[in-house]
């Protein structure tokens, strides 16, 4: 079965070590969360705030694996009052389980989805 589970994180400063650390701890924490196994992913792909220009977080995962994983990454578009500094994944698996997926928001991105209660992650 195919399955999809979001997260993002806010990036504390547009560099490129900043944006290699926060999509490091994004991806470990959105698969850890979900019991997911790298050779489980379909694909995953990353949206990016305009701010964020240092570094694509693409490129930044491939410094800890996923070496044959498509990865694919995009701007966000600019919406008047959205947060700043946000890098956002969509991870695609495979999973022979049915089970609810835990969506992970780390470092100030809990706003984007305060309706999500304890499936933010800290």
Same mark, same amino acid.
């Given at each position: 079965?195919?399955?999809?589970? %979001?997260? *993002?994180?806010?990036?504390?400063? /547009? ?5 290699? /650390? ?6 470990? $924490?959105?698969?850890?969360?979900? *019991? ?12 990016? !705030? ?5 570094? /694509?977080?693409? !490129?930044?995962?491939? !410094?800890?694996?996923? *070496? ?9 578009? %600019? ?17 022979? $389980? %049915? /089970?609810? !997926? ?7 991105? $809990? ?12």
């Amino acid at each position: 079965m195919t399955r999809a589970v %979001r997260g *993002a994180i806010q990036v504390v400063e /547009n560099s490129r070590r900043a944006i290699e /650390n926060s999509t490091v701890k994004l991806v470990k $924490e959105v698969l850890r969360a979900n *019991a997911i196994e790298e050779q489980q992913i379909v694909s995953i792909i990353f949206s990016v !705030t305009e701010d964020l220009r240092a570094a /694509n977080p693409a !490129t930044s995962i491939r !410094t800890v694996g996923f *070496a044959s994983t498509p990865l694919f990454c995009t701007q966000e578009p %600019r919406v008047d009052g959205g947060m700043e500094r946000v890098i956002r994944v969509l991870v695609t698996f495979e999973s022979p $389980e %049915r /089970n609810a !997926t835990v969506p992970v928001y780390l470092d100030g991105a $809990e706003a984007l989805r305060a309706d999500l209660g304890r499936g933010n992650r800290k």
